[in-house]
């Protein structure tokens, strides 16, 4: 039943948008769509949209959402800024020690080297923590390359308002609470990722790295993605995903991502969902859902 509510609410969209017409009508009932869609799902939500025509749509956005591995997103591009600053070439190796592995946390590249003391290139570091956001990866990188605090001050020198930094992956593992450390309004990632894949911050080799990982991740293929590629529209994306409620129900579960479409339009997104009284399957398809009627209304926006 919820479903078919989320199906007729899009396709509803499809119908009235082709009616309004100028940038602000469009705008307008983008964000009555959106508002109209968000009411609909018994969630706690925010959404923010950058278009290349500089409009910005945001729907509760006035609220902070925990970040969970969206954080990695802020890390990498600070990340970025230092190997610049210092030239380090990003085939550069690291050795990594066993002690630098968490035994439990989510960590991809701990089950390809359970013993420790290998080495690794950084490029190899950010696509472990970017692509499979691997959360050893994000720490070793806080660790060797630039520190939380740096990190923060970094990305409010881009300009970028309303977030904070204070916990590593480590920290939100051993204390689920601290995850509420991290956090940043909706509009703050879709700025800081339309500035990363539409305005030259780096040298080509560090910003492309950061591009090219962004739009080959693995993670949450049934969130902002799924009604995209069809289209093939091309997306790069992070994810964040908290930890479940003491009911077992999903928090934190996030999407932030930059897209670009066939017809030379591209845009920004990021959805936040808070808490959420559905399903992981369920939940994730309200991102979907929320990344299909933006694209709609982008697409018809002409």
Same mark, same amino acid.
């Given at each position: 039943?919820?479903?078919?509510?989320?199906r007729n609410?899009?396709?509803?969209? &499809?119908?009235?948008?082709?009616?309004?017409?100028?940038?602000?009508?469009?705008?307008?009932?983008?964000?009555?769509?959106?508002?109209?869609?968000?009411?609909?799902?018994?969630?706690? &939500?925010?959404?923010?949209?950058?278009?290349?025509?500089?409009?910005?749509?945001?729907?509760?956005?006035?609220?902070?959402?925990?970040?969970?591995?969206?954080?990695?997103?802020?890390?990498?591009?600070?990340?970025?800024?230092?190997? $610049?600053?210092?030239?380090?070439?990003t085939?550069?190796?690291?050795?990594?020690?066993?002690?630098?592995?968490?035994?439990?946390?989510?960590?991809?590249?701990?089950?390809?080297?359970?013993?420790?003391?290998?080495?690794?290139?950084?490029?190899?570091?950010?696509?472990?923590?970017?692509?499979?956001?691997?959360n050893?990866a994000?720490?070793?990188?806080?660790?060797? &390359?630039?520190?939380?605090?740096?990190?923060?001050?970094?990305?409010?020198?881009?300009?970028?308002?309303?977030?904070?930094?204070?916990?590593?992956? #480590?920290?939100?593992?051993?204390?689920?609470?601290?995850?509420?450390?991290?956090?940043?309004?909706?509009?703050?990632?879709?700025?800081?990722?339309?500035?990363?894949?539409?305005? $030259?911050?780096?040298e080509?080799?560090?910003?492309?790295?950061?591009?090219?990982t962004?739009?080959?991740?693995?993670?949450?293929?049934?969130?902002?993605?799924k009604?995209?590629?069809?289209? #093939?529209?091309?997306?790069?994306?992070?994810?964040?995903?908290?930890?479940?409620?003491?009911?077992?129900?999903?928090?934190?579960?996030?999407?932030?991502?930059?897209?670009r479409?066939?017809?030379?339009?591209?845009?920004?997104?990021?959805?936040? &969902?808070?808490?959420?009284?559905?399903?992981?399957?369920?939940?994730?398809?309200?991102?979907?859902?929320?990344?299909?009627?933006?694209?709609?209304?982008?697409?018809?926006?002409?």
């Amino acid at each position: 039943m919820k479903n078919g509510i989320f199906r007729n609410i899009i396709y509803s969209f &499809i119908v009235a948008v082709t009616v309004f017409s100028g940038a602000s009508a469009q705008e307008k009932q983008l964000k009555l769509a959106l508002e109209r869609y968000i009411r609909s799902c018994s969630a706690e &939500i925010g959404v923010a949209v950058v278009t290349d025509r500089k409009d910005t749509i945001c729907v509760n956005n006035e609220y902070p959402y925990l970040m969970n591995s969206v954080m990695k997103l802020y890390q990498a591009m600070a990340v970025a800024a230092v190997l $610049q600053a210092q030239k380090i070439s990003t085939d550069s190796l690291l050795c990594i020690q066993e002690s630098e592995l968490h035994p439990r946390t989510y960590s991809p590249m701990r089950e390809a080297h359970p013993s420790g003391n290998f080495q690794i290139p950084i490029a190899g570091l950010l696509k472990y923590s970017l692509q499979q956001s691997d959360n050893n990866a994000c720490d070793i990188l806080f660790h060797h &390359i630039i520190g939380i605090e740096a990190t923060e001050r970094y990305i409010q020198g881009l300009g970028i308002k309303n977030f904070a930094i204070r916990v590593n992956e #480590r920290d939100m593992y051993e204390n689920h609470a601290t995850s509420s450390e991290n956090w940043n309004h909706p509009l703050s990632a879709a700025l800081l990722i339309n500035k990363l894949f539409t305005q $030259q911050l780096y040298e080509p080799v560090y910003q492309n790295l950061l591009t090219e990982t962004l739009i080959s991740c693995t993670t949450g293929q049934n969130r902002l993605t799924k009604p995209l590629l069809p289209q #093939r529209a091309v997306i790069g994306h992070k994810t964040g995903t908290g930890f479940s409620s003491p009911m077992g129900l999903p928090q934190g579960i996030n999407d932030v991502g930059f897209v670009r479409l066939p017809n030379g339009r591209q845009y920004a997104i990021a959805v936040f &969902i808070k808490s959420s009284p559905y399903d992981m399957q369920a939940t994730e398809q309200m991102i979907a859902d929320i990344s299909e009627i933006v694209y709609i209304h982008i697409t018809n926006d002409n």
